[in-house]
Structure formats: C-alpha cells, structure tokens
C-alpha cells in the first residue's frame, strides 16, 4: 500500500489536494529550525586519527601528497596524541614507516617488541593513559616488498601470514594497544587474532576488522606515507576485494562477525557509501569508514587550487558517513574538524 494514498482515503480528500499546502522549505528558513530537525550529527566523539610515525627524536617529514599530514618520530606523536585528546579525539591509528634495512620477505620485524610501533604504542599510554591506541597488524610496512603478506614463489600465502599476524597482534596488546585492526584481507585472520588474543588474556583487546577493504586507486598516498610505494611489484587484488563487488563484501562482514569481530570497516569510504549501508542494515554492528589518503589529498589538492571551499567540503564529507550509517570515522583530518566542533 502506498503511504502517500493513505491520508486520501481517511479524508476522502486526494493527495493532490492535501500536499498542496505543504512547504518543506518552511522548516529550511532559519538556523535555529535547520538545527531543530538536523537528521545526523557530526561531533568529536566520531573521529579516529591516523597517524604516521618513525624512528628518530624531533623528527618531522611532511608527506608531499597528503599536504598537512606528517611522519612523526615518537616524541612528537605523543605531543599530538596530547593535544588529540585536549581536543576530545577519542583515539588514534598508529602506522609505521620502518628503514628498509628492516624489511624482509616475511614482515618477521613486526613480532620485534621495540619496533617503533609497539614503542610509539607504550609513549602514548603512558603519556595519555586516556586516549584509545588502535594497531594494524598487517605485513605491508615491514615486507620487502610492500604486500600485506608473505610472498612464497610469488604467491600471498594466506595461512603462514595469517599465523604471523595473529602473533603480531599478540605483541601489540601486550604493547598496550587497545584495538587491533588487522587489514590484510587474508582468510581466518579475524578468528585467528581473537584466539591468540584471548589465550594470552587480552580477552578485553577489541578486534576492528578491515572487513570490507576494496582494491582500490585511492591508496596511493598512504603507500607513500608508510614507504611501500617504491617497493610494491603487481597489485593486490588475490587478497582485497573488487571494488564491483557489493554481495561479496556483505558475506566478509558476516564472516568476520562470526570469528569474533567487535567493529566493522570500510576502506575506501566515500565511493563506499553504499556498503557502509549495507552492513549497518544487515547486522548492526558498531561500523567505521576510512576516509584514505587518496580521498584526503583530493579535497586538500582541490582547496589548495580555489576550485572547492576546503573546510565545507570536509565537514560535508564527513557527514556523508554518518548519513550513510557509519559510528565513527578514520580521518586525516580529525584535528581541523576537532578544532572546527570545539569553536
């Protein structure tokens, strides 16, 4: 039954005649109506913040396509992650840039205990005890040759890299993540993390999943950030999901679920908006976008040149995610919104 007749027949009036005095634009007139019937919010409690961090003391490398975005050396991240939380940034995405001398075919420097993330981990706890420390445990920033797993006859093996990052996630709750957010996209990793996690009782270490993580062109940037750009032979489509693919991602969502998965991702996240959809619909479960580099850098490229107003069109992307039904968001530019909702 149409909803739009039902009016109709308990008047006998039609609906011609009864929308004809309707104005929708009477409740757009003013500021104080436009904030009375707001269907969706953006606030400070929404975003997570990436950030990028090396070895060294005092050190600061800007990231040439993501203007404003930073390679840190821990002394300096655990500053941001003070000044993160004086803006009321719930937590924070560690991610590493590792020298290559560090780097090998099986990733082996990400089980280290003193790798400058688990050290960057234990600074920013123990310096702001409040904020959340989320860890990826994937392989890409320790391979040799930039994939998100280990590379046998040139091949991802999903079951030998599966075991490493379940052992990586390991080290970094033991570090003091909070979060593990492996994004790999290898078979099992979900259930393999949650077992090794709970029988090394991190039974309250959460698991964000990178259910739905797209090979996608809008990584380009983040490759720089993290040192695989130069590395990476071929793509990564054995492992990440086709991005012409809506029914496949729901069924890795279900999946991740069902090996103990507390969150849910998407990655990319703007030409995502249906998927972040989809699964807050079919499972209601706490979901997350990732606004990547690519997306960052566009905005920021198209502000630079005048061609978009920069700070309208952050908000406005941001908010896309809540509409589209998104808990929280990863993005670079979680302190300019931070600041921007704080004043």
Known sequence: MN???LPGKATGRSVDEITQGRRLRRMRKAD???????????????????????DGENRREEIAAMPGVYRMSIDLAVREAERAAGLGIPALATFPNVDLSLRDQTGSHILDADNVINRATRAIKAAVPQIGVITDAALDPFTSHGHDGILRDGIIVNDETVDQVAAAAVVQARNGADIIAPSDMMDGRIGAIREALDANGFQDVAIMSYAT???????????????????????KKTYYIDHANSDEAVREAEQDLAEGADMLMVKPGLPYLDIIRRLKDEFAMPTFAYQVSGEYAMIRAAAANGWIDGERAMLESLLAFKRAGCDGILTYFAPDVARLLKS
Not at 35 to 48: A, F, K, S, W, Y
């Open 32 to 54: 104080w109506s436009r904030r009375l019937v707001q269907e969706n919010r953006l606030t400070v409690d929404d975003l997570i913040w990436p950030i990028f961090v090396i």
């Open 213 to 235: 993580k797209f090979a996608s062109a809008f990584y380009g940037p983040y490759r720089e950030a993290v040192g695989t750009a130069g590395l990476l032979k071929g793509d």
């Open 3 to 5: 909803r739009h007749t």
